[in-house]
């Protein structure tokens, strides 16, 4: 029974009343105008799933229509929507209901084609980096600048880039490392393409010209500069599998030799394999590897790989820090067209960073839109050591005005009570990106139709299935006593005379009853109108379809 209620009711959800102009009354329910368009909204989206002609009745559906709005009138008299547990549900639904809203799809189109021709193409940088603290101080962040900014002077004056960066940059996978034996990479980063790299990063890196400098740039690292070498199609993924000799030393050449010579004598790789490779982890599935791309695998295992033409190919001997393999095309995976990558590319982009810079696009539109004020004097709090534990009677100077809304002092100090890993004026920004996007989301109901009809709805819902639970269903339940007295005084309509063997069916035929007894109740007390006049246009109006 519950289950048929919750069907019915979601599907005679009501509609809001924003961006009415004059529009005809259907009927008046004490006092509350209700058009033939919100009626006509819920009848229509109610048609695809009645199957019969005698459902799709006007004049019955009005009926049910006028039983639901009093059903769901009553659940705001019992103020069922202050509960708390209703409060928090409807206010994560606006959170997924307003998502959409929150990205600029023009800047996403964009970027999932700029994406797609970062995956089709590759390109070889270097860079240099000054390391920025989490917790920089406006004066920290201005030095780690002036200076990237004097190494790249330097650069673009002739000095070598290598060298400078093997001297100055403090990403240290650049120097050597005299413990490990490491030798630095000066700043080559290699081969990369689209989500290799952080966003900022792969930006840059991308919009610079080969054999040029970037200006600087910042990170989540610190500042960069990149400079770029070459720009080729992207040689996509490889699938291969390997014969692993774990010696380096020259009995593990003679060996891995041995294993060669049986290959060009038509021995089977996976039969090599299994008798002499040392890599446990494939042994078992003839050697095979997951697909990688270049700049994924060792540089000797990846020259081998992507040099190999066909499938079944195999290399002479390589050798790496594990030992000496062989190599065994299996596959190659050219880059999909931008058809088929499109999808993957959008779900990629949804779970990385660049989703912040779509919300970013967004909040920057707002900020033009809104007319934003800071109060000056109340942001002075800012510089106040004690910052958090200044006490709540003296936070309420209103420090940020969006349109009409005020903000005070206190809004900003619960917004960082429990953030201290950024210093106190980049908190503010992020305090005030975030109310602007509060703002917005709130009067969507004012300026998107659609979003206001659907949140409707859902409010509404979920108000009616609270009001239902306890009213019905609920009280049933506990109710013995009324369910055995309702057998006992409908006993024909069963096939068994003993109520544990029906129970089912009649508890399900008791909540109609009690059901239908109360909406007669509600019924009995409002003031319902019909207007006859407008029904009848509408009778007329759905028998010409």
């Known amino acids: 029974m519950k289950n048929n209620v919750l069907s019915i009711f979601f599907l005679l959800l009501t509609i809001t009343f924003y961006g009415q102009k004059k529009e005809k009354t259907l009927l008046t329910i004490d006092g509350e105008k209700i058009t033939v368009n919100e009626f006509k909204r819920v009848y229509e989206k109610n048609l695809d799933a009645i199957d019969n002609e005698e459902s799709k009745d006007v004049e019955n559906n009005l009926e049910l229509f006028i039983n639901y709005k009093l059903k ?13 547990s ?10 997924q209901l307003s998502a959409p809203y929150l990205q600029d799809t023009t800047f996403i189109e964009t970027l999932v084609k700029d994406v797609y021709f970062r995956t089709k193409n590759e390109i070889k940088a270097k860079h240099i980096l000054v390391r920025i603290s989490r917790d920089a101080t406006p004066n920290d962040t201005l030095a780690a600048f002036n200076k990237i900014t004097e ?24 120097q050597d490392d005299p413990k490990t034996g490491r030798i630095g990479n000066k700043g080559n980063l290699g081969y990369f393409s689209a989500f290799d790299m952080v966003s900022e990063f792969e930006d840059n890196a991308y919009k610079t010209k080969v054999g040029q400098v970037s200006k600087p740039f910042r990170t989540q690292f610190g500042y960069h500069i990149v400079k770029v070498d070459d720009v080729r199609p992207s040689l996509g993924e490889i699938e291969i599998a ?3 000799v774990a010696d380096t030393t020259s009995l593990g050449k003679n060996k891995i030799n041995e294993v060669f010579a049986k290959l060009q004598q038509n021995e089977k790789f996976e039969d090599l ?30 020259n081998a790989a992507f040099s190999l033409e066909k499938e079944g190919d195999y290399s002479a001997p390589i050798k790496t820090r594990y030992g000496w393999h062989i190599i065994k095309l299996i596959k190659k995976y050219p880059v999909k067209s931008f058809d088929e990558l499109e999808k993957d590319l959008r779900n990629q982009i949804k779970k990385s960073s660049r989703m912040q810079l779509s919300e970013t696009a967004v909040i920057n539109k707002l900020k033009a839109t809104y007319k934003i004020t800071e109060n000056e004097e109340a942001k002075k709090i800012l510089n106040r050591k004690n910052l958090r534990a200044i006490p709540k009677d003296s936070l309420q100077e209103v420090i940020l005005t969006i349109n009409n809304k005020q903000i005070k002092q206190e809004a900003f100090i619960n917004y960082i009570r429990n953030r201290r890993h950024k210093p106190v004026y980049l908190l503010f920004d992020m305090f005030k990106n975030q109310e602007i996007l509060t703002y917005y989301k709130d009067n969507l109901v004012f300026t998107e139709p659609e979003y206001a ?54 508890m399900n035929d008791y909540q109609n009853f009690l059901e239908k007894k109360w909406i007669a109740d509600l019924r009995k007390k409002s003031k319902i109108k019909v207007n006859k006049r407008e029904l009848k246009k509408l009778i007329k109006f759905y028998k010409k379809d």
Not at 74 to 84: F, H, I, Q
Not at 86 to 95: F, L, Q
Not at 151 to 174: H, L, M, P, Q
Not at 477 to 504: M, R
């Open 273 to 302: 394999v299994t008798q002499y490779s040392d890599d446990r982890n494939t042994k078992k599935n003839g050697g095979k590897l997951r697909k990688f791309k270049k700049g994924r695998m060792l540089a000797p295992i990846e």
């Open 86 to 95: 209703y409060k928090r549900e409807i206010e994560t639904y606006k959170n």
């Open 242 to 244: 390997h014969i692993l």
């Open 453 to 506: 009809h659907v949140l409707k709805e859902y409010e509404d819902g979920l108000l009616l299935f609270e009001l239902m639970q306890q009213k019905i269903w609920e009280a049933s339940s506990k109710d013995t006593l009324g369910l055995k007295n309702y057998f006992e005084t409908n006993i024909n309509k069963y096939q068994s005379k003993e109520l544990k063997n029906v129970k089912g069916e009649v």
């Open 151 to 174: 190494i790249r002077n330097r650069i673009v004056n002739g000095e070598d880039f290598e060298k400078i960066a093997y001297e100055t940059s403090e990403d240290a996978s650049a």
């Open 72 to 84: 769901v009138n009553e659940a705001y008299k019992l103020k069922y929507d202050t509960l708390p």
